[in-house]
């Protein structure tokens, strides 16, 4: 059974940082994309940023390119979302996931979403 489990969340100023973590158990890690997802109140959950299953390649929404860097730790069974430069619109829920198929390339496919989630982390951003 995969379990993600979220944390780092919390209440931020406009133009600070954050760093959110995701614990991967209950899979080989190091063989699965990996990503996160974010839903603001009132709206659908979109896509935010996805790593390939060896950290070579990642990608990207247009939102958040720039400002947000996705990495893998695999001795840690670890994924993070380093957020700088944090807007209020970048306010929401964040949701780590994962894909089911190993070794999967096809990052811009996967952000239409995975297969796998976790309960999610709440980051707010005030102005």
């Known amino acids: 059974q995969v379990q993600l489990v979220e944390s780092g969340g919390g209440l931020v100023q406009a133009g600070g940082s954050l760093r959110l973590s995701c614990a991967v158990s209950g899979r080989a890690f190091s063989r699965y994309a990996m990503g996160w997802f974010r839903q603001a109140p009132g709206k659908e959950r979109e896509f935010v940023a996805v790593?390939?299953?060896?950290?070579?390649?990642?990608y990207y929404a247009d939102s958040v390119k720039g400002r947000f860097t996705i990495s893998r730790d695999g001795a840690k069974n670890t994924v993070y979302l380093q957020m700088n430069s944090l807007k209020p619109e970048d306010t929401a829920v964040y949701y780590c996931t994962t894909d089911s198929r190993m070794y999967n390339t096809e990052l811009r496919k996967l952000a239409s979403g995975m297969d796998y989630w976790g309960k999610g982390t709440l980051v707010t951003v005030s102005s």
């Open positions: 790593i390939g299953w060896n950290g070579g390649s990642t």
